[in-house]
């Protein structure tokens, strides 16, 4: 019986309560334990493997300052859809404003000449033209339909009411539709 207790999982909570009082394997333990989930959710943000990688990254740095905020009221893993949702959207900005820079010194030829990632089938080619949707928008469609959440979860996940989400949804799929069109896709 002593066994069989001692192969018992630690919950979610029981690693963030041992992590917030300096447990590092507690902490490493979640991080792996989600560290696929941060990346998949930062893949889907960026669309590019280096930027998911690097917002993955910030996030679990990110993680260990602020698991002594989680107040544990909502699922641990909405909060981790703020977190990576907040780490891809600064790593956005730094980009754009990293991209003005380069611009202004012509430097943009070379950035473009070292080769983006080109999606290679149709539901890349749809994850390429979500990314162009506003912020609220993609992170509506990114949650429901990239993570499988439901509407009211991703409401959660975004601060705002479920009824938002799916106008968000709504209006994202008319958005994609048009741009899906001019892009050549049926």
């Known amino acids: 019986m002593a066994m069989m207790l001692d192969e018992v999982e630690p919950t ?26 941060i990346h998949r959710v930062a893949w889907r943000w960026s669309g590019r493997k ?5 917002i993955a990254q910030e996030v679990c740095v990110r993680l260990g300052r602020a698991i002594s905020g989680y107040r544990g009221g909502g699922a641990f893993t909405t909060w981790l859809y703020k977190m990576t949702m907040n780490a891809a959207r600064d790593m956005m900005r730094k980009t754009k404003r990293e991209s003005a820079k380069g611009e202004a010194f012509g430097l943009h030829v070379v950035i473009e000449s070292q080769g983006a990632d080109e999606p290679d089938d149709q539901a890349e080619r749809l994850w390429a033209q979500v990314r162009k949707l506003s912020d609220k ?48 896709e049926d």
């Open 12 to 37: 979610d909570l029981d690693l963030i309560g041992k992590a917030r009082n300096g447990d590092g394997e507690a902490f490493g333990r979640l991080v792996e334990r989600h560290y696929d989930f």
């Open 137 to 184: 928008q993609r992170d509506a469609v990114l949650l429901v339909y990239g993570e499988g959440l439901s509407h009211s979860a991703a409401a959660d996940a975004m601060g705002c009411a479920e009824a938002t989400v799916s106008w968000h949804i709504h209006e994202a799929k008319k958005r994609l539709k048009v741009l899906m069109l001019s892009a050549g």
């Open 50 to 54: 280096a930027d998911a990688e690097d």
